[in-house]
């Protein structure tokens, strides 16, 4: 049995998470804290919301007498609270740096007071910046370009002190492009199924070229469960899928799904540092005896039905 509080856990990765652990670990708890900004709802957690081995908690990291309460009886933190969006970073980086870097601080700070048995900090492939050819290796430097890619990397190389200074055990994720149900509507995937469905016009990024490896969500939630148990503390875990595809690739493909036409393709002018690709070595967690189950059509298939 593992009681785990869930930091962000009724945003899109985070509620997704949540659900997982429920259904699939019979006699695990948790506790959600989530500030339900803009990108958490109650709604994502219908149907585990009012589960008897659930117990959700509206409020903000950056609260350490709120955190120091909750982390008192339970085994381990899952911190996917994060400001997650590029755009907003570019247009002003305050709550990122409050949120992403200061309230994993916060997070830290109680864990090590506690004595936490696990802590896992949610992170992003873009920490490492861009890669043209060949893949990240979770023991490459940091090299983020934009704000949120930096303030992520900040907590990341933060938790990592508290493992070495405070023998705090820390576990670091960092995860490809996901989709799937419940990601916020601001996000490339669903923004495109609802515009293509509606036939209005999808604006793309520069020449459309940028490529990514996406990942359904439910592969996602598998491989950081694993990790939160199986793996070895002060380490760094890579989560990807392997299959890299281009915006415009992932364009076609949601107006092929949902019947729109190629000439709702717009190109409007790219956004400032935009990396042209990610790629994930993802041998540690491997390791572990994780692999992705999800195929992109199938997967896809699936937001689509959701969304629509």
């Not at 695990?28 to 149907?47: C, F, K, M, P, Q």
């Not at 994993?104 to 050819?133: C, K, N, P």
């Not at 149900?181 to 036939?199: C, D, S, T, V």
Request: net charge negative; hydrophobic share 35%.
């Amino acid at each position: 049995m593992m009681r785990i509080l869930v930091t962000g856990g009724a945003g899109f990765i985070g509620s997704n998470f949540v659900q997982h652990v429920l259904y699939e670990h019979d006699d695990d708890e948790i506790v959600t804290l989530d500030a339900l900004t803009y990108a958490g709802s109650r709604s994502n957690l219908d149907g585990v919301l009012d589960h008897p081995r659930h117990q959700f908690v509206e409020g903000d990291i950056c609260d350490r007498e709120l955190v120091s309460e909750l982390v008192t009886d339970v085994d381990a933190i899952v911190n996917f609270a994060a400001e997650s969006h590029v755009d907003r970073a570019i247009e002003g980086a305050q709550s990122f740096v409050r949120t992403n870097v200061g309230g994993a601080q916060t997070l830290l700070e109680a864990a090590v007071d506690a004595e936490i048995d696990r802590f896992l900090q949610i992170s992003t492939d873009e920490v490492y910046g861009q890669v043209i050819d060949g893949e990240f290796s979770a023991n490459d430097r940091l090299m983020p370009r934009n704000p949120y890619a930096a303030t992520k990397a900040g907590a990341d190389l933060l938790a990592m002190s508290y493992q070495m200074t405070h023998g705090l055990p820390v576990l670091i994720t960092r995860t490809c492009n996901n989709y799937g149900p419940r990601q916020h509507a601001e996000k490339l995937i669903p923004k495109f199924i609802q515009k293509a469905a509606e036939g209005a016009d999808l604006p793309v990024y520069g020449d459309g070229t940028n490529i990514r490896e996406w990942i359904y969500v439910e592969d996602n939630c598998r491989a950081l469960d694993i990790v939160l148990r199986e793996g070895d503390p002060g380490n760094i875990y890579n989560v990807g899928s392997g299959d890299e595809r281009s915006v415009l690739g992932v364009t076609r493909a949601i107006l092929d799904a949902v019947g729109g036409t190629e000439d709702q393709i717009t190109f409007v002018e790219d956004r400032p540092g935009h990396d042209q690709r990610y790629a994930l070595d993802t041998t540690k967690t491997d390791a572990l005896g994780w692999q992705p189950e999800w195929s992109f059509e199938d997967g896809l298939d699936k937001t689509v039905e959701y969304y629509l």
